[in-house]
């Protein structure tokens, strides 16, 4: 098999949950060595976390090391010496305080690329205080923009802050740096905020907002759920379909579709103080069908409408199975590498059963 993009590159993961993992699974699905570094008995801080079920772990080896054993934290210093990349998602002075923070590291291995991953990032008055996603988006402006006109922001699960603004902004990171450490020697420090890589998501917003084409407002927009032609409805049997119809041609294909091309008041397509009775008319429409007749009616059309399929459907969807957009390893059924490269392509593998003693570790640098 051809080896990743990433192949002969080197990263302790030190054991976090969340967007940390999720940058060492893309690092390692794209071919780097990626040793997670986990404290005795078990992968995510204790002995209940089923780390072999758990995806972001894939294509690691685990290693048991105890921080706090001074032998164990001669080995790991060992390791770190061979490592191109670090990555750590503690609260701001935890490494230092471990004797395992950048300065020292750097010190011992000067071309490291020291990652780490944190909600409000390392300095700042709340970078010592805690938080979840929910907080980081909403202090960056982008939890204010989810939601529907008069109701309160829906956090959008945690994806925006630690796994968009987070653990991918953690991986670019690290590779930005590593190209300039195999460039010239020098490693650094990787800086990674989940509040500051949020807002980045939302620089589109601020663009329409400086030219004055989006409102500072939930639900009244082209792209939040102000317009009818960009909204998520009920059908018949419950389920729904989610319409993007924006562009005159494909809002045409969409009025064909629902049988509604001479429709005057849904000629109106921009009109946006129509929008809110548009929206009606459109649900009472697609209320009349099921979510299958629906995909079957728009299937092929340039209408840019699609069924709202579960976690669980999306697997089995024809463009997933004819893309391979899933795999199955061990049973485990996962989202498949992204992004796709033609020359160098990406391979998940399954999260590993196995942990490695310190013993095993050692044998393996001197080996």
């Not at 670090?86 to 935890?94: C, D, M, S």
């Not at 548009?278 to 409408?305: H, M, N, P, Y």
Request: proline share 6%.
């Amino acid at each position: 098999m051809t080896k990743g993009p990433l192949s002969g590159i080197r990263i302790v993961e030190l054991a976090g949950i969340g967007p940390g993992p999720f940058a060492g699974m893309m690092l390692s699905d794209h071919g780097a060595e990626v040793i997670r570094v986990e404290r005795p008995g078990g992968g995510l801080g204790g002995p209940d976390s089923p780390a072999e079920t758990d995806i972001l772990l894939r294509g690691r080896t685990r290693v048991a090391l105890d921080m706090k054993d001074s032998a164990d934290c001669a080995t790991l210093r060992d390791l770190i010496a061979t490592a191109d990349g670090l990555i750590e998602g503690f609260r701001p002075g935890v490494t230092e305080r471990l004797g395992f923070g950048p300065e020292a590291m750097l010190a011992l291995n000067p071309r490291l690329v020291y990652g780490r991953m944190t909600g409000w990032g390392q300095t700042g008055p709340l970078a010592h205080t805690a938080g979840h996603d929910i907080n980081y988006i909403a202090i960056s402006g982008v939890l204010h923009a989810f939601g529907r006109a008069g109701e309160a922001p829906v956090p959008p699960a945690n994806l925006v802050g630690d796994f968009g603004g987070g653990g991918m902004f953690l991986a670019f990171g690290m590779l930005a740096g590593l190209m300039h450490a195999r460039a010239t020697g020098q490693g650094q420090v990787v800086d990674a905020a989940m509040t500051e890589g949020s807002a980045l998501l939302a620089s589109m917003l601020h663009t329409f907002m400086a030219q004055g084409s989006w409102q500072d407002q939930r639900g009244v927009n082209i792209l939040d759920t102000g317009a009818h032609f960009y909204e998520v409805y009920e059908t018949a049997d419950g389920k729904h379909m989610a319409i993007g119809a924006i562009e005159p041609k494909f809002y045409a294909a969409l009025l064909d579709g629902i049988g509604a091309r001479d429709d005057t008041d849904l000629a109106a397509q921009l009109d946006s103080a129509a929008w809110p009775a548009l929206k009606q008319r459109v649900a009472d429409i697609i209320r009349r069908k099921t979510r299958s007749e629906w995909t079957a009616i728009f299937e092929g059309t340039d209408a840019c409408v699609s069924p709202v399929l579960s976690l669980r459907e999306a697997a089995d969807h024809p463009h997933a199975v004819a893309r391979g957009s899933f795999v199955t390893a061990d049973g485990l059924t996962m989202p498949a590498p992204a992004p796709r490269l033609s020359l160098t392509p990406a391979r998940a593998a399954a999260p590993s059963k196995d942990v490695l003693s310190a013993a095993d570790l050692r044998a393996m640098l001197d080996g």
